[in-house]
């Protein structure tokens, strides 16, 4: 069975750091692109971080410097770890992998950023 469990969110105070996890099983995932997306309330779905199977990053202008997307194969799981978090960084974080037309996704983590 294919699955991405996605873990690691929470409620944290403007300036803190998270680290959020996602665990592959059921697939060979270190093949695979693995994305960060979020939704906050009452927007739409963005895409927040990916990492290729060769490693390459990519990530929205918003997080730049603050997010680190990382993957580590033989544990099947990719992070991201987020620093100098902001309110508007709260929404839920959900984990993509997609390659050759499979699309896989997580269940989603909330993170919520507040004073």
């Known amino acids: 069975e294919v699955q991405l469990q996605a873990s690691g969110g929470g409620l944290v105070q403007p300036g803190g750091s998270l680290r959020l996890s996602c665990a592959a099983s059921?697939?060979?995932?270190?093949?695979?692109?693995m994305s960060w997306l979020r939704q906050a309330p009452g927007r739409g779905l963005e895409t927040v971080a990916d990492?290729?199977?060769?490693?390459?990053?990519a990530y929205v202008d918003s997080v730049k410097g603050r997010f680190t997307i990382s993957r580590d194969n033989s544990r099947k799981t990719v992070y991201l770890q987020m620093n100098s978090l902001k309110p508007e960084d709260t929404a839920v974080y959900y984990c993509?992998?997609?390659?050759?037309?499979?699309?896989?996704w997580g269940m989603g983590t909330q993170v919520t950023v507040s004073s």
């Open positions: 059921g697939f060979r995932s270190s093949s695979y692109a």
């Open positions: 993509n992998a997609i390659r050759s037309g499979n699309d896989y």
């Open positions: 990492i290729m199977n060769d490693g390459r990053t």
